[in-house]
């Protein structure tokens, strides 16, 4: 595993399962209560020794969720893992201390060793409140971040998954042209709308929005293409039945600058072809 790719699970995916399973709190008879932060004595697992604090939860959970993964990273990256393991312990440490969770969590969380085991400890009873298990989140991602070249690895993670989302949607163009092509010996015929429209950085959250245009233009019809999630790049097609060219075109950091991934399919002798360029490595 790359050190950028361990670095940027860390930080976007905090406490792998615990950030994901908000507890789901109600007020009333045989429930626990928004905030209460504590369970009953007789809520207790029976089979979770007593006697964990803070410190011993954080040390087990980094051990058995996180220090597996650093593992995998060449020698000379672990240097960075380990100070990131150190700053993600304190953190946890903190959090439980100064959130004072309740007993009943922190011994569960002293003990998880799968992550069905850790969602139970954002479960009532006893288990960590929806607030708790939201600052904690948060502060393994801070505490992460502080780590020098953190932010940095974690920046060309993300950039290497929106530039996916283009070579993903594109390939899938191909596969669809040539089946078009083999059923009716040629590509879809024509120049379809651009789209998403308008462009992705002038919508909200600087992402194109799903459209229903894909569905009217008769090229993009023909080719079963469009994009159903909100996503990065607008997409073009154009063809004269035996040759087309596609692009995605996308402004990932919304700077002025976009890039631009193509697409171009040909048939010889009866037979389609596609080929791919993509940006340059390190443009964004």
Excluded at 119 to 132: A, H, N, V, W, Y
Aim: proline share 6%.
């Amino acid at each position: 595993m790359s050190k950028t790719r361990w670095i940027a699970t860390l930080s976007i995916v905090p406490l792998l399962s615990l950030g994901a399973c908000k507890k789901q709190e109600t007020t009333g008879s045989g429930s626990v209560a928004a905030g209460s932060g504590a369970g009953s004595a007789s809520a207790t697992p029976s089979d979770i020794p007593s006697g964990s604090s803070c410190a011993a939860a954080a040390d087990h959970l980094v051990t058995v969720f996180f220090k597996p993964e650093m593992d995998k990273l060449d020698t000379t990256d672990r240097a960075m893992g380990a100070k990131v393991l150190t700053a993600v312990t304190a953190a946890i440490t903190t959090r439980c201390t100064e959130d004072k969770w309740a007993d009943t969590a922190i011994r569960c969380e002293a003990t998880a060793t799968t992550q069905e085991a850790l969602k139970k400890c954002t479960e009532p009873p006893g288990g960590l409140t929806s607030d708790q298990t939201d600052k904690l989140g948060a502060a393994i991602s801070a505490a992460a971040a502080t780590v020098p070249g953190v932010a940095e690895a974690n920046k060309t993670y993300l950039d290497k998954s929106k530039k996916t989302e283009a070579a993903l949607a594109l390939n899938q163009l191909a596969k669809n042209a040539k089946a078009a092509y083999i059923t009716s010996a040629e590509f879809p015929k024509g120049t379809a709308k651009q789209l998403p429209d308008p462009p992705c950085c002038a919508q909200p959250d600087h992402h194109c929005a799903v459209s229903t245009a894909w569905a009217s233009d008769p090229v993009w019809k023909a080719l079963d293409f469009q994009i159903d999630e909100p996503n990065l790049f607008q997409y073009s097609y154009q063809s004269d039945g035996q040759h087309f060219t596609a692009t995605a075109i996308g402004d990932l950091d919304c700077d002025g600058t976009s890039i631009t991934y193509k697409l171009e399919g040909s048939a010889k002798d009866g037979q389609p072809s596609t080929e791919l360029t993509e940006p340059p490595p390190n443009a964004r």
